[in-house]
């Protein structure tokens, strides 16, 4: 039986991956913006607004002109500020915890009809390589889960991992499959600050980040 299910999973395998065409791939450019926030990282937490830019493939998959796979290579603005609407006043309202990736998702892509202009859906990982981590206005010296003992900047920011990973969904509109305006939504599914695992103060919940996106998309025929 298990030879039989091996040999199954096998044998589809093939057939998708015969069903991709390569030499039919077109190329596009890709540019948006970012809403970003870390899940319990940071104290006061607030969202990051930043930018993406990059490049795409369009990748058909079988003979309908409806499937594709998208794989993307872009900078990718992530992380949080302090600016929790509830936390004005407090110290580290201001500060900026900035993660900045090479970002390489890979969508399946599927547009409603075979029309030219449509609605599509897409969904697939995210994998993000750090580039670069910025941290600014943050108080030093204290601890925000525990003002009457001492602490080090490494300790209240948290070093973010070189690498991360997580699960993308979306939907756009495709005009004349050329220009391409797209909503996705990621959610992280690695920790992005290993080292912070017990902050906020008793707290072993990994520091999940999320990131919400809306860009615009110019695929060349």
Known sequence: MKKFLLTSALALSTMSFAQIDFGS????VTAGGNYSRV???HNPSGP????????????PVGKENQFFLQPEIVFFGAGETGKDKDAKGMDGYDAVYANNYLSVPIYFKGYFSEAESEFFGLAGPRFNFLLSQNVKNV????????????????????????????????????YKRQLE?????????????????KEPKGSDK?????????????IFK
Not at 25 to 28: D, E, H, I, P, Q
Not at 206 to 218: G, I, M, N, T
Request: proline share 5%.
């Open 139 to 174: 108080p030093l010296g204290r601890d925000y889960y525990n003002p009457d003992s001492p602490a080090s900047d490494a300790d209240i920011n948290g070093k973010a991992s070189k690498f991360n990973f997580g699960i993308g969904i979306g939907v756009g509109y495709s």
């Open 48 to 59: 990051r607004f930043t930018a993406q830019a990059g490049a795409l493939a369009l990748i």
């Open 181 to 197: 305006l797209t909503a996705t939504y990621d959610f992280g599914l690695s920790n992005t600050y290993p080292g912070l695992d």
């Open 206 to 218: 990994a520091k999940s980040e999320q990131v919400l996106s809306v860009s615009l998309s110019y």
């Open 39 to 41: 899940k319990n990282a």
């Open 25 to 28: 791939t077109r190329f596009g």
